[in-house]
């Protein structure tokens, strides 16, 4: 990815430290607001020197939805459906990449990467427009949609939050410096070292001959390789951002100490999950949940998930997966683990959680000749 490149790396790392000294400077003699609004310079100029076409299309489609953002107020008729036509306007970029994956022939007329997470944050400045009725300012919006950390990837920012972190950035000193300093490093290590290693390891697995313990080795690794993949990431954003004093929210809380399903997608990635549950079926359903509701919400979440990821059929059948397995805790009461449960018990849920999800890791990490390789290993003797 562009931000592995080492050229791109140095020059995210000095933006991140120069806006930092700025930023430190601005609040004791000048003004942290009238200084934010260069923020949005820097943004574009970073996203341009990756890609013209894509500093041309992100400031486009950050104007286009702030201008939908702010209409959503105005409506006051129809107003529900009018809001629902603003947040699928706003996605229109993301369906059309889509349905481009299935229809090669489309024309592609600008660089729409990132798009996937980018369009989560626009429809969630819509929400908060519709709910709390308020003006999104420009800047601070612009700021929010282009703030280069998490352009092209999660963890997904909601505009409440980085608005809030915008207007009171956290306090910037040698001992946040010191441990954000540790987290890029922990982050860049993870991509650049280790995910390179794991990543041949599981090749190897997936090319050999098809026998259950090599499949199920495969769908450990794959597990191991994913997490790197995705935390390795956010600790490099969430790093960048400390070094700015804006908070990016953290996307992993512990996930294999999870003993239930439910409780697993819970702590990872989770700024994707609660804004699929939150945005879409907590919003259609209330907050105060039957057990068929919650597996209901929970096979849909998943569901949706996987249409996120890829129209294929092979991100289909991983949604379909994930989202009867979250129904089934739903409808049998065990999404959550008594914390008087005693270790044993706790220790196989955790182990049949790993598993379960390792079985689903595969459909990420695999090309579909691989995956069905390995698939193919699971029943020959």
């Given at each position: ?357 390792s079985l689903t890791a595969i459909f990420y990490t695999l090309t579909p000749e ?12």
């Amino acid at each position: 990815m562009w931000f592995l490149e080492a050229d791109t790396a140095v020059r995210m790392l000095a933006a991140s430290l120069l806006w930092s000294a700025g930023s430190f400077f601005a609040r004791r003699y000048w003004s942290q607001a009238k200084f934010d609004r260069f923020l949005v310079l820097v943004d574009i100029a970073l996203i341009a020197y990756v890609s013209e076409w894509l500093a041309v299309f992100y400031t486009g489609y950050t104007l286009v939805t702030w201008l939908i953002a702010n209409a959503v107020r105005r409506f006051r008729r129809a107003k529900s459906f009018c809001f629902v036509l603003c947040c699928l306007v706003c996605a229109a970029p993301f369906f059309y990449l889509r349905v481009s994956e299935v229809f090669p022939e489309l024309p592609m007329l600008f660089a729409l990467t990132g798009i996937a997470y980018n369009m989560l944050k626009a429809v969630d400045a819509v929400y908060y427009v519709h709910y709390t009725d308020e003006c999104i300012p420009l800047v601070t919006y612009a700021n929010y949609m282009l703030f280069f950390p998490v352009i092209t990837a999660g963890p997904v920012l909601r505009y409440r939050d980085f608005a809030a972190s915008l207007n009171s950035p956290m306090p910037i000193t040698g001992e946040s410096l010191t441990r954000d300093f540790k987290r890029l490093i922990r982050g860049y290590f993870k991509k650049a070292v280790v995910l390179a290693l794991v990543t041949e390891l599981l090749n190897k697995l997936a090319a050999a001959s098809p026998r259950p313990w090599w499949s199920l080795a495969a769908c450990f690794v794959s597990y191991f390789l994913f997490w790197l993949d995705m935390s390795g990431y956010a600790d490099i954003a969430i790093a960048m951002g400390g070094f700015m004093g804006l908070k990016v929210p953290e996307n992993f809380k512990k996930p294999l100490k999870a003993a239930s399903f439910t409780q697993f997608w819970r702590n990872w990635h989770v700024s994707l999950t609660d804004w699929i549950r939150e945005h879409i079926f907590v919003v259609l359903n209330g907050k105060r949940l039957t057990k068929y509701q919650g597996a209901l919400i929970g096979f849909g979440t998943m569901l949706v998930m996987g249409f996120w990821h890829g129209f294929t059929p092979q991100f289909i059948v991983e949604g379909l997966f994930n989202g009867s397995i979250l129904a089934v805790e739903n409808l049998c009461g065990i999404t959550t683990v008594s914390r008087k449960a005693k270790k044993p018990y706790l220790y196989f849920r955790r182990a049949v959680t790993a598993l379960i999800f390792s079985l689903t890791a595969i459909f990420y990490t695999l090309t579909p000749e691989q995956l069905a390789n390995v698939l193919r290993g699971f029943v020959t003797l």
